[in-house]
């Protein structure tokens, strides 16, 4: 949550930082604010709203320069408000800088900064951090100041600082918020996230927590917070600028839901050939998976949508691998003392990889000996780093703050898993392997035919846009997919009420509720308890519930079941929840356009949410 952004090199200093910052929108939008240095001191401007009202506000000032910091926010402490945005200064205004994080002892630093006779002007946390340098400098040079100053911060940072006392360098230092340095040609960047920089460079420098740089036009030092330098290597970045474009769509988050059959080809990518009947992974992945045993017990880790492709994974793992499996939500897993250790194997799945709840869980977990196994889509991320092997998604960047094509690619990567351990624990039938392996190289092609049910979901759409409720029903692995149909609703269209639950709950409460013209989407794809949600549905039609109903192609009965329908592709039942997702989405995107929500950036949400 907050982006940020630090820039040395060639003018016109703005309009690089603007850009960066509107592709780090995501990390946070409720204000945003930039400081560039030049031969006049520093000039800091910042506002509540967005990065285009910023740029509004920029647009009649002539600010030149070739160093500067930019940010983009998440309020955390302090409301959204224009002294709240960040940059923040010490009380000369020759020291400016930008976080990403929380500081959690800020209020005895304040206090002591206060007595010592430092002035403060907003209610955020991280003006102390200006302070604190600000104070330090008074006797060590910018950079020992800077690191002093680190060394008193307990909590999460990723920061840039300029001051006019070294025109010629920007800062940074990371501990539990990321921070890459891109490298340019006599440019040099700092930011939040990959796409800041791809406009400029692919060459990327990942940094580590509790490391600290000093970056001129030239190049990079990077050191401990003692000061101890360190030397690293650029890494090769895949992902292009395209990727990180909307290239036509109104958003991303439809670019996103479109790009699937291209993410989940990319996810079996070298991984499973039609024509062998095996998988492979990469060769950590490989011997992490063949000291697994069976009777090992497997804990998923996850948040949010991430949870609800493990709660399938956990459903899938369990039947065809025979393995026992407990998905948890990270952030109860860190505070419950669930029993973990050097026999279970811990599965984090995190499109970020820097989920502050599952890091803190993989933290945790690493601690007690358990072995760490992440999903996770954004390579070089914290949780890749820390984990003993990582299963790439290889999504390409996923924007919008909606997960939609990170799901299904974490699904696929899903199901991988389950097939490798299937056949190496000898757990499934060679037949049934083959027929499930020729079933997931299928998945692309089928997500493609479910996309062609937008223009029928459009209409749909329009009869329950002013719908205020909706429940979603599913059972077996459809239950995830009634959660995460329910979520991608209610994250990004506010105005309305969603709840997921499995089919067969309903009559244990939620069924009260439901009132004429209710609408209940029903998860009815061919599987064994397909007549089951049959009677489900019929449940709530007695109470006069609108049934939308998604079922296979072919169903010849269903449609007297239902009040809409929607028919998607055959396929294997544990596979369904990839191809439901589809409909799920589009249904979701449209009704959230037909209200009018800004839905790449739903309000008091963030894309990654890297704090508590
Ligand atoms: O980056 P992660 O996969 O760890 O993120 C987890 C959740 O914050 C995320 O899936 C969130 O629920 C999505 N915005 C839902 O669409």
Redo the contacts with the bound molecule.
């Keep these: 949550m907050c982006g940020i952004i630090g820039y040395i090199g060639k003018p016109p200093v703005v309009e690089t930082l603007l850009d960066g910052l509107s592709r780090l929108e995501y990390r946070g939008y409720d204000s945003a604010g930039i400081a560039v240095l030049n031969g006049n001191g520093i000039r800091v401007y910042k506002r509540a709203g967005k990065v285009k009202d910023l740029r509004a506000t920029l647009q009649h000032q002539s600010l030149d320069g070739h160093v500067g910091i930019s940010h983009c926010r998440w309020a955390t402490h302090g409301v959204p408000s224009d002294i709240n945005a960040h940059p923040h200064v010490d009380c000369r205004g020759q020291l400016a800088l930008v976080h990403n994080g929380i500081i959690e002892n800020y209020a005895e630093l304040k206090a002591k900064l206060l007595s010592q006779g430092h002035r403060f002007q907003s209610q955020t946390d991280t003006e102390v951090i200006a302070h604190l340098v600000e104070e330090h400098a008074k006797r060590l040079s910018l950079g020992e100041a800077f690191r002093k100053a680190l060394q008193e911060l307990r909590g999460s940072y990723a920061l840039a600082l300029v001051a006019t006392s070294d025109p010629n360098h920007v800062y940074g230092a990371r501990c539990g918020s990321p921070l890459i340095v891109g490298v340019g040609k006599g440019e040099m960047f700092l930011a939040s996230d990959v796409p800041a920089v791809l406009a400029k460079t692919r060459r990327v420098i990942y940094l580590n927590d509790q490391e600290v740089i000093e970056m001129s036009s030239s190049g990079v030092q990077i050191m401990t917070l003692e000061g101890k330098p360190i030397k690293r290597k650029p890494s090769q970045v895949t992902w292009n600028l395209a990727s990180a474009q909307k290239e036509g769509y109104d958003h991303f988050m439809l670019k996103e839901i479109h790009e699937q059959p291209n993410a989940v080809e990319q996810t079996l990518f070298n991984r499973l050939a039609s024509t062998a009947p095996q998988i492979t992974f990469d060769r950590r992945t490989t011997t992490l998976l063949n000291r697994l045993s069976p009777d090992e017990r497997i804990v998923i880790l996850?948040?949010?949508?991430?949870y609800h492709a493990g709660m399938v994974g956990e459903y899938m793992l369990e039947e065809f691998a025979k393995i026992p499996v407990d998905v948890d939500l990270a952030s109860e897993f860190r505070y419950r003392g669930i029993p973990v250790d050097p026999n279970t194997t811990v599965l984090a799945?995190?499109?970020?990889g820097?989920?502050a709840d599952?890091l803190a869980g993989v933290r945790l977990a690493k601690s007690q000996g358990a072995k760490i196994l992440s999903i996770c889509n954004v390579m070089g991320s914290s949780i890749a780093r820390e984990s003993d092997a990582v299963i790439y998604t290889h999504a390409g960047p996923e924007i919008a703050?909606?997960?939609t094509k990170?799901y299904t690619s974490q699904l696929t990567a899903l199901y991988l898993l389950t097939l490798y351990l299937a056949k190496s624990h000898g757990a499934l039938d060679p037949k049934r392997w083959q027929e499930l392996a020729e079933g997931l190289c299928r998945l692309p092609e089928l997500i493609e035919k479910a996309l062609s049910t937008e223009r029928a979901i459009k209409l749909i759409a329009r009869r329950y846009a002013s719908a205020r409720d909706f429940y979603y029903l599913g059972r077996r692995y459809n239950f995830p997919s009634a959660m995460e149909g329910a979520?991608?609703l209610k994250?990004i269209c506010p105005t309305i009420h969603a709840e997921g639950y499995a089919a067969g709950e309903m009559k244990h409460g939620p069924i009260s509720l439901i009132r004429k013209g209710w609408p209940v989407v029903f998860l009815a794809t061919d599987s064994p308890v397909y007549e089951k949600v049959i009677s489900n549905i019929e449940e709530v039609r007695a109470r006069k519930g609108e049934c939308i109903v998604i079922a296979s192609e072919g169903n010849k009965t269903i449609r007297r079941h239902a009040d809409a329908l929607i028919a998607v592709p055959k396929t294997e039942e544990l596979f369904s929840p990839v191809i439901v997702a589809v409909p799920l989405q589009l249904l979701a995107y449209h009704i959230a356009k037909l209200n009018k929500c800004d839905i790449d950036q739903p309000p008091n949400?963030a894309?990654?949410?890297t704090v508590e």
């Design positions: 996850a948040c949010g949508t991430a799945i995190t499109q970020s820097e989920t599952t703050v909606a997960s990170a979520l991608k994250e949400l894309k990654s949410v």
